[in-house]
């Protein structure tokens, strides 16, 4: 069965700490794997991740991909109160011509001033 | 400008009254999703087409029935809704699901559905 497994699913620290969320998945066929931000409302896309040992980054944010150990990871340094989120991490599994998306419990991230 | 919208954004109705929710995208997507968004649960897929009259069940599909009979839109239908069926509910769409690498989903502004 196809999952994705994010941790931790909450945590709390304070501006400027830097933080690092993790999503690990167990996914067959995987092409691509997906970071959002969503605060209180609809989910906004942050990265796309292909290919293994590629940083992508924006601003404060970056994120990895591991296709060996089947993981990826979203870091956020001098964090901001603005970064208070839930983070989600989804894995597309194609079968037969067909694309599911299978997204993790999220990552509730809290920053305080 | 571009977007999905979705409607009604905030819905309280009875056991057993059918319901839909309408979902539309001007972005000329091929691939169209629902999904619901539980406490602890996080997002799960409900449907998802790849293109018009293309559909196919997600992780959660029972209890809800989806068309595509234009490209630009992908109602959600609920038959008989029950309590377990209270959530917020997200559209989504994509310009292409089949791809070597899967294309950024956008997000609809939700619709926060109560079955009494």
């Known amino acids: 069965e196809d999952k994705v497994v994010q941790s931790p699913l909450s945590l709390v620290v304070h501006e400027g700490d830097t933080v690092t969320l993790n999503c690990s998945y167990e996914v067959t066929n995987f092409r691509s794997l997906l970071w959002y931000k969503q605060e209180k409302k609809a989910p906004t896309f942050l990265f796309m991740l292909t290919s293994s040992g590629i940083e992508k980054k924006s601003g404060r944010l970056s994120s990895i991909l591991d296709k060996k150990e089947l993981f990826s990871i979203l870091n956020i340094t001098a964090t901001q109160t603005g970064d208070s989120a839930v983070y989600l991490c989804g894995v597309p599994h194609s079968q037969g011509g067909s694309e599911k998306l299978v997204f993790g419990k999220g990552t509730k991230l809290t920053v305080n001033p | 400008e571009a977007q999905v919208t979705q409607n009604p954004r905030y819905l309280i109705t009875v056991t057993g009254k059918k319901l839909t929710v309408t979902c539309s995208q001007n972005m000329n997507h091929e691939y169209m999703s629902w999904y619901r968004q539980d406490p602890g649960l996080g997002l799960r897929q409900i449907y998802y087409?790849?293109?018009?009259?293309?559909?196919d069940k997600g992780d959660v599909p029972e209890g809800y029935k989806v068309s595509r009979k234009e490209k630009r839109n992908f109602p959600l239908i609920l038959e008989s809704p029950s309590p377990n069926q209270t959530s917020l509910y997200f559209c989504a769409s994509s310009l292409s699901g089949a791809s070597a690498s899967y294309n950024e989903q956008f997000f609809g502004p939700g619709t926060r559905l109560t079955v009494l």
């Open positions: 087409s790849m293109n018009v009259e293309v559909t």
